[in-house]
């Protein structure tokens, strides 16, 4: 009876682990996906920017009985420090609902992604600011 030996090289040896080509197809996938995220985080750090100026307002004249001019006044001298560039503080919509004002901040960004492929982001912050 002869038995055979199984070398380094045999089919158990090539059929163990992932190939240099299973890690590249890897790599790229996650690369694909860490490129997105590296292209999205400024228009979400720039959303957040617009949520503090509509959360500060909110908190500036809650129940102070403001006028619409007030609003608007305070939301550009908020845009103006945040450095907010996406949209101006005259893209937010102030209007007069029952019980004091509606700021809206409704808007949409493109980012570039690869080629002729973009994202876009609809963000909407809304918040009641009352007499």
């Known amino acids: 009876m002869v038995r055979i030996r199984e070398t380094r090289y045999g089919m158990a040896a090539r059929q163990r682990g992932a190939t240099m080509l299973g890690y590249i197809i890897l790599a790229s996938f996650v690369g694909v996906f860490a490129f997105g995220a590296i292209r999205l985080t400024p228009v979400y750090l720039n959303y957040m920017k617009v949520v503090g100026v509509v959360d500060g307002v ?69 918040r009641l600011v009352r007499r």
């Open 58 to 126: 909110f908190e500036e004249f809650d129940g102070m009985n403001p006028t619409r001019e007030q609003i608007r006044s305070s939301m550009s001298r908020r845009f103006d420090v945040e450095s907010v560039g996406i949209i101006t503080y005259r893209d937010v919509k102030v209007t007069s609902v029952d019980g004091g004002y509606e700021v809206a901040a409704v808007y949409d960004h493109t980012a570039p992604f690869i080629g002729n492929i973009s994202f876009t982001v609809h963000f909407n912050k809304t």
